[in-house]
C-alpha cells in the first residue's frame, strides 16, 4: 500500500439525509483526504473500479462513496454485505 492510498475492508451501509444512500464509509477520511469537505477519489471496491467518485461528507465529520443500484448489483452484494475497498485522491 502506497501512502496515496487508503485500504479498508468494511460493511455497505446506510446514510440518511432526506433519501437512503446505499453506501461506504471511509475510516479516517478527514485526515487521509486532508479535508472535511467533499473531494474527488477513485474507489475500488471488490475489483469495481469508481473513477472521480466524490468522497460525500457525513453527518459525522467522516465521508462516504455511494453505491448506486448498478454497481451494488455488479458487485453482487447489498446492505450489510462485507466489501474490500482502496482509496485513492485525484
Known sequence: MS???MRFQTTIGVD????????VEIPGSAEFLGTGK???VD??????????VGA???GTGGHMV????????AL???IGDVVDVVIAPR
Not at 475500488?44 to 472521480?52: H, M, Y
Not at 455511494?66 to 448489483?73: D, E, I, M, Q, T
Open 3 to 5: 501512502a496515496s492510498e
Open 16 to 23: 440518511v439525509k432526506g433519501e437512503t444512500w446505499s453506501c
Open 38 to 40: 467533499t473531494v474527488r
Open 43 to 52: 474507489a475500488t471496491v471488490d475489483g469495481i473500479l469508481l473513477e472521480n
Open 56 to 58: 460525500m461528507v457525513t
Open 66 to 73: 455511494s453505491l448506486n443500484a448498478k454497481v451494488r448489483k
Open 76 to 78: 453482487g452484494k447489498d
